[in-house]
């Protein structure tokens, strides 16, 4: 079985920019967990999609915000970016919700310039 | 705010010795935790966890402890590898829809 996918792998952007990150879960996963890593905070949660429809939302400001599809495909948006966004960005997939065993991809690492 | 601490962000031990990692929780409602595993270029993996109504699960070099008066779980590896070498993560959710998770611990086992 395939795991988690994430595309772009890095990512460099310019303060100011927007971006958009792809996350394709394991087949038959319908929950797609997003999180911020940084150095010294952890995993940060940002949001948390099942069958499409977002079930809850960590402490991050409006500029961020993801979608599912019916494939179960997510994607995170950050719109006007700072160079606090500059992270590792997460997606795990898991068959429940982030309460059960989750999968993670290998991330996108976005640097802000 | 940081409701799941990992207040060591290193630690070293020597090859077949014991490991312990700890992790500290504020939120009581908190009724499972798991423990990930992170190497470099890749997101972590799951290793073990434990729900509230247990103080001990092992698997094999891997045992969770605990202490829900104390608010505290740690991992116990034992005996520790070099390829346990990693940054693990402790977790926590309350039922709910998100997890919490550490800032890390980084292991490292010198042969």
């Known amino acids: 079985k395939a795991g988690v996918t994430q595309t772009p792998r890095y990512l460099i952007k310019t303060r100011g920019q927007q971006v958009t990150l792809s996350c394709s879960p394991i087949?038959?996963?319908?929950?797609v967990s997003w999180y911020q890593q940084t150095p010294g905070q952890g995993l940060q949660f940002l949001f948390e999609y099942f069958s499409e429809t977002q079930r809850n939302k960590g402490n991050f400001p409006g500029r961020f915000s993801g979608r599912q599809f019916s494939n179960s495909r997510s994607e995170m948006n950050v719109s006007t970016l700072e160079l606090g966004d500059s992270a590792l960005y997460l997606c795990a997939s898991s068959l429940g919700g982030p309460a059960y065993e989750q999968y993670f991809g290998p991330g996108t690492r976005l640097t802000v310039t | 705010d940081q409701q799941v601490k990992q207040n060591s962000p290193s630690l070293s031990v020597q090859e077949g010795r014991i490991s312990i990692l700890n992790c500290d929780y504020t939120n009581s409602m908190f009724d499972y935790f798991l423990w990930y595993k992170k190497y470099p270029a890749e997101g972590p993996t799951f290793l073990i966890s434990?729900?509230?109504?247990?103080d001990k699960n092992e698997d094999g070099r891997f045992t969770v402890f605990l202490n829900k008066s104390a608010k505290h779980l740690s991992l116990h590896i034992v005996p520790s590898q070099p390829g346990d070498s990693a940054v693990y993560f402790c977790a926590a959710s309350a039922g709910n829809n998100d997890m919490r998770f550490g800032a890390g611990t980084r292991l490292t086992v010198k042969p």
């Open positions: 434990i729900s509230s109504i247990k």
């Open positions: 087949s038959g996963h319908r929950s």
